[in-house]
């Protein structure tokens, strides 16, 4: 062997050893954490968003502040209030008239005074009712006016206020009290005392006017778990209707298919051996029914998404911007999530897009379950939106957003991070072709869209509220109902209204009906209804005039008047319907956005029922109104407990005025019929628990405005698919060589309950 050869192999002996130390360095090395780049704010604000900003805690303070020392009347504060005393009972926003709101952000004009609306229960009045003031101007409130009469037509009776936290535990403490007059009875049915049981309220609360009856549902209660899957099979009906707690009493109990009078009754019966009693075993922990504990040790992480060089959106005080989107977001404490002002390209495509009111209609052959239509909203839609959990209620890396209110007390409260704002890989292309003749290319745009979400929990629901922004143009809005089904005590005929989950337990079929409001303003305010749908025609082939085709045509429509433009729920409905300017495209059409809706809703209530008008909403699948400003919601805090003689009648609206050129709102509902099976225990999943609806550019533009996407993908045959120049997807493995930073999981729902 020669010098020369010898050097050679030294060489590259010492490149392999070299080579192998570069790796094992680099091999246990973390990637470079992803440097975030700040994302340009697309067009300038101002701050004018801030005209329908929710109220700051400080503003709220204020308010009160004001109305103790303005009010003439001794205010308690609401969380210790009895039926008998005054108390402020929320204090919220009140946003300013549209006129005044589009002559600030369109016109130039002065920005509207910001103002509060307060709601009080006066108690200690001769005539106890509930008030409603606007204060304002804040921060530094100077005045307050009564709007009640002017919203309502005069003033709202007390019986209609909603129940507060301060009640309930009045009314627990009440059953409690008459539990303890039947201790063999409920250690022989439950092996319990009545303390361990849990209490679940119904409503609406009476068969008329001014009764203030509640049926409520007694439940085992196991610390960690959904006590909604263990009735114990007993209900009891409570009066509470009196301004004094002591005058309130027991006024009948349900066991096991009988009424009695009193638990004393029940107790003699059962001495008597003269009551069928089904002796349920307080369950365990470890095997109770429902319990979402894990079953099985956590395996490997599934997958993650992220963003390389930081979020693509921006968010601005209640604004987010978001590839040509502008959207300002919010959150009513009674009726959850809206938002104002949606901008696609720097045009107001909506200028208020809100949720309006989710019912919950029960069945079951026990009284509390039969006699159950929640109208959540005035239990509190926005209230109960809690902290959502990072990395599964929304992904790891959203934006979280605190949102405040003041409700039931006089010092307002924080749900931290109970909104998300992320943008979302659907991992499904939004458009593509693969071109195998003449031509050969491939062009597509990944499905990108920002989420807003809040999910609020009613009681064992758990609602999760999404509005979506495509780069199409498209909104899209969805619910999913998740959380634990209500339950009836399994007896008698009971599988007549639902299917049997559990060895005493009726999961009862139930419908969910969920109302927004769509204030559409299409190029501009002016807009008319317009319909299309297809039919077939009979001709002769010209061709071939022996022979005849069915060919399908399009009958177009515009809808004149508001009857023509309410559609009942579950009737056949035209295909398209869109809200059209009176200005057209470049090929000569009006703008326009559709609406579609994605429902499966039940039954609604017959018309017959006297509780009917208070949720006359739930009549139509769509109705377009004319808007108005004394039409600001379609339902109200105060119809849950007075649905027979309702505050605020939606039907009323529909009364047949022209909607041609004109300011329209479209109301819309959707919903499922939830019959329970054995796989909502645990809980209720969210596939195939998902409705909503979209808002689709129908003309509206002269081509997809997602061409214009920085994202689109196009190559061809002739050209080097994987240059980084020619195709960005051929960009990602070398951009993408950083690790995401993930803050350190935290949660503090449980915190400020």
Known sequence: MNMKTVLILLVLALATIFALVCVLLTRGRAPSTCQHQPQEQEDADDGQSLVFADLTPEEMVQVVRYLQGNLGVQLVDASRAKPSDNCIASVDVQVPAKAEVLRFLDGGGARPP?????????????????????????????????????????????????????????????????????????????ESDGTDLAILTTAPRGFKSGDRATWFVLFHSTAGTGYYLSPVGLEVLVEHGDLHV????????????????????VEDAFVANLLEVVRIKKPQAKAVLGSMRPRHPPGSPGPLQYEPQGPRYSIRDNRVTFQGWSITFGMNPNSGPRLFDIRYRGERIVYELSLQEALALYSSNCPGGMSTRYLDGSFGIGRFAYELVRGLDCPYTATYVDRHYLAESETPKTNQNSLCIFEHDAALPLRRHFSDSQSLY?????????????????????????????????????????????????????????????????????????????????????????????????????????????????????????????????????????????????????????????????????????????????????????????????????NQNDPWTPTIVFADFI???????????????VGFLHVPHAEDIPNTVTVGNGIGFFLRPYNYFDEDPSVDSPDSVYFSSEQDVGACGANPLACLPPAITCAPHLPPFHYGGFLNL
């Open 114 to 190: 910001r103002e509060a609306l307060a709601v009080l229960y006066f108690g200690n009045q001769p005539d106890p009712n509930v008030t409603e003031y606007v204060v304002g101007p804040l921060p530094m409130p100077a005045y307050h006016r009564d709007v009640t009469v002017q919203k309502y037509g005069g003033k709202v009776p007390y019986h209609r206020r909603p129940v507060t936290g301060k009640e309930y535990v009045d009314i627990n403490a009440l059953i409690q009290q008459e539990l303890r007059k039947a201790p063999r009875f409920l250690d022989a049915c439950c």
């Open 246 to 265: 002591s005058c309130w009493r027991l006024h009948q109990v349900f066991y096991n298919g009988r009424y009695f009078a009193s638990m004393g009754d």
């Open 442 to 638: 491939y062009g597509g745009l990944r499905k990108n869209t920002l989420v807003i979400r809040a999910i609020s929990t009613l009681i064992n629901y758990d609602y999760i509220w999404d509005f979506m922004f495509h780069s199409s143009g498209a909104v899209e809005v969805q619910v999913h109902a998740t959380g634990y089904i209500s339950s009836s005590f399994l007896h008698g005929r009971g599988t007549d209204y639902g299917n049997r989950v559990g060895p005493h337990t009726l999961g009862t079929m139930h419908l969910h009906h969920i109302h927004y409001k769509v204030d559409l303003d299409v190029d501009g305010q002016l807009n008319s209804l317009e319909t299309q749908d297809m039919g077939y025609e009979l001709v002769k082939d010209p061709w071939s005039m022996q022979n005849t085709i069915e060919r399908p045509y399009l009958c177009r429509k515009r809808l004149e008047r508001e009857d023509e433009a309410a559609f009942p729920l579950n009737a056949p409905m035209p295909r398209y319907i869109s809200f059209a300017s009176p200005k057209p495209n470049k090929w000569g059409h009006p703008r326009s956005y559709r609406i579609q809706i994605t429902s499966f809703a039940g039954e609604h209530l017959p018309t017959s029922s006297p509780m009917e008008r208070s949720i006359s909403w739930g009549r139509y699948q769509l109705a377009v109104t004319r808007r108005k400003e004394e039409e600001p919601t379609s339902t109200s805090i105060y």
């Open 655 to 669: 009364n047949n005025e022209t909607i041609t050129n004109e300011d329209l709102v479209a109301w819309i509902s």
